[in-house]
T-cell receptor, first 114, second 115 residues
């Protein structure tokens, strides 16, 4: 099973809402990632978790709050977002943080902030 | 800091023909990995092919092959016998040692395969 799943597929939220994105993998991978992707642009790294600990935070605003409850799950909690946060949010996983490791991407959550 | 440049924002190719996507990068590292990822419209990103900098032999995966020129810091992707399903955005990516999983992506090339 080489699948990374993400829910929901689409999300519309107001600037005062609180919502969460969920990502799951059952490949036994120990590294998980959140990316933000605007249309026709490359993914921008937001967070990296390794062995359930936050490894990288790319200076992401605090209105984005990641959580890794266990080795298979990665959440992204959203609060007080801005319209410019509308984007495709991609989750990915890899065996570990080695340079040879392929990242497996989920289908993404398309977020619209009104 | 590493940079990855894909100089062709858009390309098109006729079905069954061959197309080459270019990628150049800049780094002072001696060992690293290079990747090509494919992102079809409204579908998830998948790995196409990868190359270790220490390996001189160019990587191949079925119809996909790379031309890795380490001295020139060039890593182009050749797609042979193009198929309609190859229509996608293609990203070149660089991973350095001790990068903690952080990849540097190029801006992407949108490839359209025409029937």
């Amino acid at each position: 099973d080489t699948e990374v799943t993400q829910t929901p597929k689409h999300l519309v939220m107001g600037m005062t809402n609180k919502k969460s994105l969920k990502c799951e993998q059952h490949m036994g991978h120990r590294a998980m990632y959140w990316y933000k992707q605007k249309a026709k642009k490359p993914p921008e790294l937001m967070f990296v978790y390794s062995y359930e600990k936050l490894s990288i935070n790319e200076s992401v605003p605090s209105r984005f709050s990641p959580e890794c409850p266990n080795s298979s799950l990665l959440n992204l909690h959203l609060h007080a977002l801005q319209p410019e946060d509308s984007a495709l949010y991609l989750c990915a996983s890899s065996q570990d943080l080695g340079i040879q490791e392929t990242q497996y991407f989920g289908p993404g959550t398309r977020l619209l902030v009104l | 800091a590493q940079t990855v440049t894909q100089s062709q924002p858009e390309m098109s190719v006729q079905e069954a023909e061959t197309v080459t996507l270019s990628c150049t990068y800049d780094t002072s590292e001696n060992n690293y990995y290079l990747f090509w990822y494919k992102q079809p419209p409204s579908r998830q990103m998948i790995l196409v092919i990868r190359q270790e900098a220490y390996k001189q032999q160019n990587a191949t995966e079925n119809r996909f092959s790379v031309n890795f020129q380490k001295a020139a810091k060039s890593f182009s992707l050749k797609i042979s016998d193009s198929q309609l399903g190859d229509t996608a955005m293609y990203f070149c990516a660089f991973m350095k040692p001790w990068g903690a999983g952080k990849s540097t992506f190029g801006d992407g090339t949108t490839l359209t395969v025409k029937p």
